[in-house]
């Protein structure tokens, strides 16, 4: 009976994870924005345990941030949380170019292709748009084949986004309608590990000129 009721509270807390996050990403919640616990847990017709456990783990992705007197509200980003945020995400994903260019994205094309073509057709900074990339760059990553570096990949994806979303706000940051078909044709035909670094560092870094300009990104 205990192990069922833990059950039934991660799906809890699950489920308020998602829907918090997603209001975040998606613009419903906007930076500086305070969340009430007891209020979000009487929005979601849950008890406060659970939204309670999602805010603390939204804390630790640095989507909400606590202050004084316990106020917790969404993250503001600094302009060196952006670019942090970036530096690590390029880490990462220049190493997962590194280790499936050529032959896995091949074999794995006709499930890559469609993911890469959803977030081409969505609209920019529209909560679809940014849980389409985060799919196809998970969908990359998990061709390393480790779920522990899967699951780091996901949440610095997410959390990046997050932060480049609130920083470039003019439509000439975004990239081209076919950058993420175009990105895994490029991989698909590289020829070593450091070509494909180079062409996941030119894709990640396409119109992102204001993350390394000074000024404030909130």
Request: net charge positive.
């Amino acid at each position: 009976m205990k192990e069922k009721k833990t059950e039934k509270r991660e799906s809890f807390k699950a489920r308020a994870y998602r829907i918090i996050e997603g209001r975040i990403l998606g613009g419903k919640l906007r930076p500086g924005d305070v969340i009430d616990r007891r209020s979000m847990a009487a929005q979601l017709k849950m008890s406060v345990a659970p939204v309670l456990e999602a805010m603390l783990l939204l804390t630790e992705d640095g989507l909400l941030e606590t202050r004084p007197r316990r106020l917790t509200r969404v993250a503001k980003p600094r302009p060196e949380d952006v670019r942090g945020r970036h530096w690590l995400r390029e880490a990462l994903e220049c190493q997962v170019a590194r280790l499936v260019y050529g032959e896995p994205i091949r074999r794995n094309w006709d499930k890559l292709l469609p993911l890469a073509q959803a977030v081409d057709s969505a609209l920019a900074d529209d909560d679809v748009r940014w849980r389409a990339e985060s799919e196809f760059h998970a969908a990359l990553a998990a061709l390393v084949g480790s779920d522990a570096f899967l699951a780091v990949f996901r949440k610095t994806v997410r959390a990046n986004l997050f932060y480049e979303i609130k920083a470039l706000k003019t439509e000439s940051s975004h990239r081209p309608a076919s950058s993420h078909v175009a990105l895994l044709e490029h991989l698909r035909d590289a020829a070593t590990p450091e070509e494909a670094e180079a062409i996941a560092r030119t894709d990640l870094n396409r119109g992102k000129s204001a993350i390394f300009e000074d000024g404030d990104a909130s």
